[in-house]
């Protein structure tokens, strides 16, 4: 196949909505992505329409190396690495390049900067960013340039609507579902008021929203809710005003932060019993003293990563201590790879245009190289990967997943209970 020189700059705008038909669409069965029929590659051949074809696969990272993330980043970069070698192994026809940037957090422009890298690199999907806050910062780089974006950790419900041409995915579900199981779990525990202390940004305030309506759904009451700003170090006064309304439960939505915010409600009497955490905290990595956290639980998007898939990420990095998004990393980086198959050429727009029918509504795979080969026969295919069962909506959101639930030790240390799975279609 020929490979087509690569446009640097921005891509023009074409379409208002994923999926919308374009000149040279080849279409290989009547209906798209449902009903398990025959491949219905939806996407032009090459950018354009122009019958060329992209011969190499370009992932960028914008994940975090620095910032209240930070500990994220490692899983995550396993993730993509992992999916790398998964599909060089699996015989992928596209050429794999993967080039990581930081995203820092939102006190820094470090992710923006990072965008506008991985575009003159000639990036055709980027994985990224961990945090919502900071995607927000570069979405529209991505979008204005036709770069498809997929985060592996964004949950803000704000993505859901965003006017992105089609662009911007997540193999993450929304906080509509994470809020709902977090919001089940305090109240199903008992505690029939709660507290929230609150990071004030898309993220936190969006899964706050979620998790306060199910706690008032389930009979509980709110009895307050703080913010902070990402940065902040001293939370002795948010946390005297939310022990004030005497919560039998205070969830900590919370990222870095959280390494002040727990010996402050510590110090002023809360146990660890009734705190509850979420995926922006729950770590192992806390320097408290040993008991600081036992009893304490959390919420995690995904269905835990199972030992087998562990020990393949550790290969990538042998120093791993958390594996939180590791699995969507990888899931992202598959499905961004199929779609490319299906579509026949590795550019952003064939990308974009086949993301939805590689992921529901035909023959179920698991296997890369199975679900290359189904393909390659003419299927349609059904992609489920180790975070879950995935099914994008129109929107680029999972309509389906997990959400783990985890509780601490008097190690400080966070083990799986069990998972709730849940239809944000419900």
């Known amino acids: 196949m020929q490979s087509f020189l690569r446009t640097k700059g921005p891509k023009p705008r074409r379409f208002a ?24 590659p939806s996407g032009s051949a090459g950018p354009e329409g122009n019958g060329e074809v992209d011969t190499e696969f370009v992932v960028g990272t914008i994940l975090p190396q620095t910032g209240n993330l930070a500990f ?24 794999i390049d993967v080039q990581h940037r930081d995203s820092g957090d939102t006190t820094t422009d470090i992710a923006t900067a990072s965008a506008g890298e991985l575009i003159s690199a000639g990036a055709d999907v980027v994985v990224g960013a961990a945090s919502s806050g900071v995607s927000f910062t570069f979405i529209d780089q991505l979008i204005d340039a036709g770069v498809v974006q997929i985060s592996p950790a964004n ?96 969830a900590i939505i919370a990222f870095a932060e959280t390494a002040q915010i727990v010996p402050e409600l510590v110090t002023q009497g809360f146990p660890a019993s009734g705190m509850y955490f979420v995926d922006g905290n729950l770590s192992n990595d806390y320097n408290f003293p040993e008991g600081t956290l036992d009893g304490a639980k959390g ?103 997990y959400i783990g639930i985890y509780q601490y030790g008097a190690d400080n240390q966070y083990t799986f209970l069990n998972a709730e799975f849940g239809s944000l279609n419900e």
């Open 155 to 250: 949950t803000s419900p704000d993505f859901s609507d965003y006017p992105d041409d089609g662009f911007y995915w997540r193999t993450a579900p929304s906080d509509v579902l994470q809020g709902r199981v977090l919001g089940n779990l305090m109240t199903g525990d008992g505690a029939a008021s709660v507290g929230f202390i609150t990071i004030n940004d898309p993220y936190g305030t969006g899964l706050q929203e979620n998790a306060a309506m199910a706690v008032e759904a389930a009979g509980g009451t709110v009895t307050g809710s703080v913010l902070y700003n990402p940065g902040d170090t001293n939370f002795t006064t948010q946390v005297q005003e939310i022990m004030a309304g005497q919560p039998d439960a205070i």
């Open 299 to 401: 919420t995690l998007p995904g269905n835990p990563a199972d030992e087998t898939f562990r020990d393949r990420l550790l290969e990538q990095d042998p120093n791993l201590q958390d594996f939180s998004y590791g699995p969507e990393s990888y899931d992202a980086v598959i499905l961004a790879a199929l779609a490319a198959a299906q579509g026949g050429s590795a550019d952003a727009e064939t990308i974009r245009d086949n993301l939805q029918s590689v992921s529901e509504g035909g023959t179920k795979c698991t296997d890369v190289a199975e679900c290359l080969q189904l393909i390659a026969d003419g299927e349609d295919i059904d992609y489920d990967g180790p975070s879950g069962p995935i099914e994008f909506d129109e929107n680029g959101d999972p309509t389906e997943a």
């Open 17 to 40: 909505a994923l999926g919308a038909a374009t000149a040279g669409v080849l279409l290989l069965a009547a209906c798209s992505g449902g009903g398990g029929g025959a491949a219905t």
């Open 72 to 95: 994220l980043g490692p899983p995550e970069f396993a993730g993509v690495d992992l999916a790398a070698a998964d599909l060089e192994a699996a015989g992928f026809e596209f050429t």
